[in-house]
C-alpha cells in the first residue's frame, strides 16, 4: 500500500507557502489578503497591495491632557 | 520630526491675520507629497512652494503639482474632541520616494496647515498612492 503523498508547503506556482488549512501566504510577508506591512508607527500604517502604497495616517491629538 | 499642526500657520489664524476655511466648499486643500530631502520645521516652514516644500516633490504621470485635492474635509465634535476629517485620496502613477504629506490651503497664501512625516521614504514607481486617515487626520482635545 503506497504511502500517502504530503502536499509540498511550498506552491512553485504561485510562489506562496501552503499553510495546513490550504490557506496561502507569501514567503514575502504578503498575507492572505495581499497586504505588506511596510511600517506601522504612531504616525502612520504604510502597507502596500495590488492596489498601491497605503497610507493610513494615525492623526495627532493637539491640546489637553 | 513627528507629524503636527504648523504653529505658524494657526498663530495667524488664532491672530485672525489670515481666515482658513478648510471645510469642503471653502478653501480648497491640497496634499503634496515630498521625499525625505526637505528638513522641516514646524514652527516656521509656513509656505507650500517655499524652503523646505520647494523641492523634493513626488512627481508620475498621475501626480500634478501641490497633490491631490483633499475631499469631504469637516470637523466634527466626538466626545471630548474636535476631530478634522476628509475622504480617502488616490493619486495614480506617483513615482517618488514617498516621507512626507502636506496639507496645505491653495486659497490663502498656500498655507501649510498639518504635514504628517511617515518616518522614512517608502518608494513608489509608476503607481498608485491612497492616503486615509480613518481617525481623523487631527484631533483637538478640549
Partial sequence: MPEPTAEPLFDPTTGKLRDRAGLLSTARGIGPAGEQLLADTADARVTRTDAGVNVQLRGVDVGGS | MASGLNLTTWLAWAQAAIVLDLESGGDTVKCAAF??????????????????????????????????????IAYTIESTRLVLRHTAMST????????????????????????ADLGQEFPLLAEPLNVSSPDGLYRIRR
Fill in chain 2, 35 to 72: 521625499d525625505g530631502s526637505p528638513v522641516p520645521n514646524l514652527d516656521t516652514d509656513t509656505i507650500y512652494g517655499a524652503a523646505p516644500w520647494n523641492a523634493g516633490e513626488l512627481a508620475g504621470g498621475g501626480y500634478s503639482a501641490g497633490g491631490a485635492t483633499v475631499a469631504g
Fill in chain 2, 92 to 115: 495614480a502613477n506617483v513615482t517618488g520616494d514617498l516621507r512626507y504629506l502636506v496639507f496645505w490651503d491653495d486659497t490663502v497664501g498656500d498655507r501649510v496647515v498639518f504635514v
